[in-house]
């Protein structure tokens, strides 16, 4: 029986994954679960195990494509004692359908699957009423007549927020295409379509140095980033404060703890003593741990704290989880954070690791660098950047003495943080790594 598999959405309704290696050639015999093919998707690469034992007849999708999910990728003759031969598909009937029930992830989510229609398109023709009722497809954009407003042309659909922003910005909704369930326009459509323009091939070239230059699409890790930090630019009013940190006696704690039993297997970093430092400062000022909820008109506090730590990899920039930090112990910290590190290194991260953050730190100072402006990851309300650790000149009891120190840079979303919270939350974390005896007082 011939099976076609498609592209499954792997978690947390991606919409869209490249096929990064084929581990399967048309002829090969599969196995269940076998792993055929590693995809990358906007948050990680992910092997995918075959859901059908049988022999590979053909392979759908080349290597660096990038194909929306329920897209047919692969096609496996099985062979299933008295079945019939299968009826040919409908058209209409989504590749996703063949998977299937009882594999977990196999399948987007109803409505999930979203895609911008192509410049140039034909509109797409009506469905043809079938017999027995089908799963609708991917929703196209939607307008609605005008009629009712006395206007002419089409109103596409938009919530108010987004109504108000296109028109803060100048832009024509009649000229958006809607990407949201239903063709809803969304924020991130507006500012799509506020981007400037590539110019011209003829004018690229004419600029282009001497030299010559590279190319690469704009997809997987890099794509998924561009579109976060433009959003967030775009969409939290952003503070950003700083202060210069005398971190001698952290650093004079971590020397002794490292040498007893306890710590003796744990590689303790400094950022272990960030991260717990950040951690208690948020109980204190509970908005730094928080969400803007601007279709619910609601700000969401958080009782835990899942503290994202970006990280640099060969893939691009990705901020792994550690799951209810608050609760842990430094040594245990310092574990999760070990732990998260070499995953993140190894492209081995899950993608239900890199979702669900409420505040991260970001280590600028491994890279040698003193400080700078973070910007925020898109639903958390702040971000806290250690920059380089390093012996500075410094005033101690009225006298100059060499010290161990680094600066601390906070961003925060202004609509949730105000100036004052904000400032609090870095001096605790500040007086904290200045004093780490005053953990045993709060």
Known sequence: MRREFGMPDVGEGLTEAEVVTWMVAPGDTVAVNQIFAEIETAKAAVELPSPYAGTVSELLVELGQTVAVGTPIIVIETAEAGAAPAAPAPAAAPAEESAPANLVGYGPRPGSVTRRARK????????????????????????????????????????????????????????????????????ADLETHAAPAAPPAAVTAAVSAPGGERREPIRGIRKATAAAVVSSAFTAPHVTEFLAVDVTETMALRDRLRATREYRDVKLTPLAFVAK????????????????????????????????????????????KVRDADTLTLRELAVGLGELTATARSGKTPPADLVGGTFTI????????????????????????????????????????????????LSFDHRLVDGEQGSLFLADVGALLTDPGLALTW
């Open 277 to 320: 430092a950040v951690c208690l400062a948020a109980r204190r000022t509970p908005s730094v741990n928080a969400r803007w909820d601007e279709a619910a008109g609601e700000i969401v506090y958080y009782d835990r704290v899942q503290l994202g730590i970006a990280a640099a990899t060969p893939r691009g920039l990705i901020v792994p």
């Open 120 to 187: 140039g398109a034909a509109p797409a023709a009506a469905p043809v009423p079938a017999p027995a009722p089908v799963p609708a497809p991917a929703p196209v954009p939607v307008l609605v007549p005008a009629a009712a407003n006395g206007s002419g042309g089409l109103v596409p659909l938009a919530k108010p927020p987004v109504r108000k922003l296109a028109k803060d910005l100048g832009i024509d909704l009649r000229q958006v295409i809607g990407t949201g369930s239903g063709g809803v326009i969304t924020r």
């Open 362 to 409: 970001t280590n600028i100072g491994v890279f040698g660098i003193d400080t700078g402006t973070p910007i925020l990851n898109p639903g958390e309300a702040a971000i806290l950047a250690v920059g380089a650790i390093k012996p500075t000149p410094w005033v101690v009891d009225g006298e100059l003495a060499v010290r161990t120190v680094c600066q601390l840079s």
